[in-house]
């Protein structure tokens, strides 16, 4: 399959809380990246991780990375309405192709 | 500096027909990636583009095709237009010789009849 997977698949929250969401992949990586997608546009990167990073920051997105289970989390911390998306993973594998995972759909209620 | 444009936004096809969509670049980039996008397969890679040449392909039937001007915008075609094709064709540029980070136009939403 050219598909990583994510999951959840779907996460339902409060406004203000954490959302978390998850993503596995099968081979070694050059990067591993994160991009939003609302609803019928185009995806927007939000931050890129490399392979011999752990963690990263940028605002309030928190990113891991662990090479060992070939897995990677997104931290959304006190969750907003306009976070409501779908958010997916792109691993950048040695040939410079990504692979893309399906995608969490992440609800945010007022 | 102007976004990825797709032309069109929006178009609706018969069965039988083939379809060109258009992507220019941000100024620069060189590396144009072509995704299809539907509810059921998600996010599936149909070709990338660098220098005008098809340096990586997906598992899509000869139907599909693309190729990439010197200044290096891009068109992809589809022929002999198939109910299953209706989807929103995505098109990504970047910058870096390797993947790096994609910048995505708002799509080409086709649906086929």
């Known amino acids: 399959s050219q598909q990583g997977e994510e999951d959840p698949q779907a996460l339902s929250i409060q406004e203000g809380e954490n959302a978390t969401m998850n993503c596995s992949y099968k081979?070694?990586?050059?990067?591993l990246q994160w991009y939003r997608q609302n609803s019928g546009r185009g995806l927007v990167h939000l931050i890129l991780?490399?392979?011999n990073e752990r963690e990263k920051h940028s605002g309030r997105l928190r990113v891991t990375l662990d090479t060992s289970k070939k897995s990677s989390s997104l931290l959304i911390t006190a969750s907003r309405a306009a976070d409501t998306a779908s958010y997916f993973c792109?691993?950048?594998?040695?040939?410079?192709?990504?692979?893309w995972g399906a995608g969490t759909k992440l609800i945010i209620k007022p | 500096k102007a976004g990825v444009t797709q032309t069109p936004r929006y178009l609706i096809k018969t069965r039988g027909q083939q379809v060109t969509l258009s992507c220019s670049p941000i100024?620069?980039?060189?590396?144009v990636s072509w995704y299809q996008q539907t509810p059921g397969q998600g996010l599936q890679f149909l070709f990338e583009?660098?220098?005008?040449?098809?340096?990586n392909k997906g598992n899509f039937p000869g139907r599909f095709s693309g190729r990439q001007f010197s200044n290096s915008r891009s068109e992809m075609n589809v022929s002999t237009l198939e109910l299953g094709d209706s989807a929103l064709y995505l098109c990504?540029?970047?910058?870096?010789?390797?993947?790096?980070?994609?910048?995505f136009g708002e799509g080409s939403r086709l649906t086929v009849l």
């Open positions: 990504a540029s970047s910058l870096a010789d390797s993947a790096g980070e994609l910048f």
């Open positions: 100024s620069g980039h060189r590396s």
């Open positions: 583009y660098f220098s005008e040449t098809q340096r």
């Open positions: 081979t070694s990586i050059n990067n």
């Open positions: 991780i490399r392979s």
């Open positions: 792109a691993t950048e594998e040695s040939n410079y192709q990504l692979i």
